[in-house]
């Protein structure tokens, strides 16, 4: 990337993320984050994320575009697509989701869930990082870092 604030492309599953949680979040500011991540993980969105669809449908877009973002207009080369299929990867299998599994009987989410749920923090706490470390706090809401 040339520019220090542009995003690298590992950060737009993680920006998806964090707008998504940040939007519960407006919607309901009463709650609090840990509330806004377990809402998060009842909808369409984290079922898009969690499946691979997010992934699946930027590549068939990349490749019907000759691999040029259509974002930043730049040709993403193949360490970089290998780096997204990683990504894709350890999303679908930290993101599993099993249904009307997702507490025990005590209400205490399953260790499934949790790993879920503690992939999900620290994908947003790298988004906040990098917009912390580029100078744009403007970006930061959920302020997990802190």
Known sequence: M??????????????????NIMEIKKQNPEINNIQAFEIFMTT????????????????????NNKFIDQITKKEINQETLRLLELQKDSMVKFLMKIPKLYYTKSHFPLEISQRAFDHLWRVCESYEMWCKETKQENLIYLNIIE
Do not use: M, N, T
């Open 44 to 63: 369409k969105e984290y079922d898009i994320l969690s499946s691979g669809e997010f992934h699946d449908k930027w590549f068939l877009e990349l490749k």
């Open 2 to 19: 040339s520019s220090k604030s542009e995003k690298p492309y590992v950060l737009r599953a993680a920006e998806f993320v964090y707008s």
